[in-house]
């Protein structure tokens, strides 16, 4: 570990210089310099798409673009049949998957919970820095709104984000309702961290597990309802009634290395992104199972895909050892004062 004893000693010894002076500003150049040599979107990494409903658009990964216009991996003689019956099929076992399964409990509809690996198991759990919410005393949703539309350069969905900013403190109510442990201050209020791109300290964090707390406490509300849960079953296709309308899916049960049919009145997809396919080799903090099915699927269903050139590409992580090689570096490091220091 010779490496880091001679990091954490240049790190000792340039600290009280770099405490008493401002880090130069990177100019314009100098930016597109470092971004045109190593960031993705500027290696040539998109190309267009031969088929489907998005044809000819040139702003895919080349990684993705070559799933989306793959063939179906179930058999040509397949016949499905009818191997469980259910009203609300939702696929991924993250946090979204689950938050559906438990939006759904009261309704009265028999639902059914698919994921290919284990509930839980998802880039929920891998999230680290916080969650945002407008709950401080001069913070309001509309002010949220603003701080992300300007982070978003104006290319946001304005209703989307309008439900986003008005719903956070209902969701973080809720999420203490089930047991969530965030941060409190001494008094029991919430401690409101400053974030990037926030006007006013915003940000809940429980710890730097945030994301894992919030799967906890979802993953055991699940367990705990009527949804049944398919864990290690992995959506394969789904299936429709040949007029558009979907009808269930087709999965493939990993334990028992097996093709199972479910019928249902409405399908959920919640799959998460597509971060492991590592666009042009470049490193990933996603959890493994982020490899973009639940986009396939929705693709050969004829959905468009939209925002396809708009991957987050987080400003810090680790590069070394090779064993920590995609290791988020939370940017509430940043925003706590820590400064980041080549080695």
């Known amino acids: ?150 982070g978003g350069h104006g290319q946001n969905n304005p209703d989307l984000l309008r439900i986003l900013c008005e719903s956070g ?37 429980c710890r730097d597990y945030t994301g894992l707390e919030i799967m906890r406490v979802l993953k055991d509300a699940v367990l705990l309802s009527g949804t049944t849960v398919l864990q290690n079953y992995a959506a394969i296709e789904l299936l429709d009634d040949g007029e558009g309308q979907v009808t269930g899916a087709v999965l493939w049960d990993r334990n028992k290395e097996k093709l199972v049919t479910v019928s249902a009145r409405a399908v959920i997809i919640a799959t998460g992104g597509s971060g492991q396919l590592r666009f042009n080799s470049f490193p990933t903090s996603n959890h493994l199972g982020a490899v973009g099915d639940g986009l396939v699927l929705a693709y050969r269903q004829g959905c468009r895909l939209i925002n396809s050139d708009s991957y987050q590409y987080h400003p810090s992580g680790s590069v070394y050892p090779e064993a920590l090689v995609g290791q988020l570096v939370t940017e509430s490091i940043r925003s706590m004062g820590a400064q980041v220091v080549n080695s």
């Open 1 to 150: 570990m010779d490496w880091a004893k001679h990091s954490l000693e240049k790190l000792e010894t340039s600290r009280e210089a770099r405490l008493c002076s401002k880090p130069p500003k990177l100019g314009e150049d100098d930016a597109k310099k470092i971004l045109n040599q190593y960031h993705p979107d500027y290696l040539g990494m998109h190309r267009n798409i031969c088929i489907g409903p998005n044809k000819n658009d040139g702003n895919f990964p080349h990684e993705l673009a070559d799933l989306l216009e793959a063939d179906s991996q179930l058999p040509i003689d397949f016949e499905p049949s009818e191997d469980i019956e259910t009203d609300v099929l939702i696929i991924g076992g993250g946090g979204a998957g689950a938050s559906a399964a438990l939006a759904l409990e009261e309704t009265g509809l028999r639902v059914h919970l698919a994921t290919k690996l284990r509930l839980g198991d998802s880039n929920t759990v891998m999230a680290e820095g916080g969650i945002q919410a407008s709950l401080g005393i001069n913070d309001s949703p509309r002010r949220h709104f603003s701080d992300a539309y300007v």
């Open 169 to 205: 403190s209902s969701a973080i109510s809720w999420l203490s309702q089930l047991g969530c442990m965030l941060d409190r201050n001494k008094d029991g209020t919430f401690q409101l961290r400053p974030g990037g791109g926030t006007s006013l300290p915003r940000v809940l964090a």
